[in-house]
């Protein structure tokens, strides 16, 4: 599991969630849980298939934003990627004996940090038509154990 994190001033958080559910439907993601309460939003999506599973392709997404009115914390967290390659790309090599098991890593690896960059930049996009004059966002940064 992947980690981003940013942090967000001065933003209407309701309509930014709003946003955010539009888009990862639009990359037709499935939405499988929303959870709503006091100053906390979150938004869980999932995209694959049992051939994506095996290769590692999955793309799990969830989106938390929690915080008080005025500054709030926005963690995106991207599944089956990055770390997580090493063992789906290893049951593809043994299902494949080793054929395409390679490029499939390298292909996931780049399609996460593609996601990743094109939902930052979206984000930003997005501030700059619902936020106000005063909305910032800090630059994204990865969140370790």
């Known amino acids: 599991m992947r980690q981003e994190h940013v942090t967000l001033q001065e933003v209407d958080v309701s309509q930014l969630y709003d946003q955010i559910k539009k888009y990862l439907k639009d990359l037709k993601l499935d939405i499988i849980h929303e959870g709503k ?19 590692g392709n999955v793309r799990d997404v969830e989106v ?16 089956a990627w990055g770390k997580d390659i090493v063992v789906p790309t290893a ?10 098991a390679i490029p499939a890593a390298a292909v996931s690896t780049y399609r996460a940090h593609s996601f990743e960059k094109k939902f930052w930049d979206f984000i930003k996009s997005t501030l700059s038509e619902i936020g106000s004059a005063k909305a910032t966002m800090s630059e994204p940064v990865v969140v370790t154990h």
Do not use: F
């Open 37 to 55: 309460e006091d100053n906390y939003w979150d938004i869980k999506a999932h995209k694959g298939t049992l051939g994506s599973v095996v290769i």
């Open 91 to 100: 049951i593809a090599g043994v299902l494949t004996a080793g054929v395409a």
């Open 64 to 79: 938390m934003i929690s915080g008080t009115q005025g500054n709030y914390d926005l963690v995106l967290r991207t599944g």
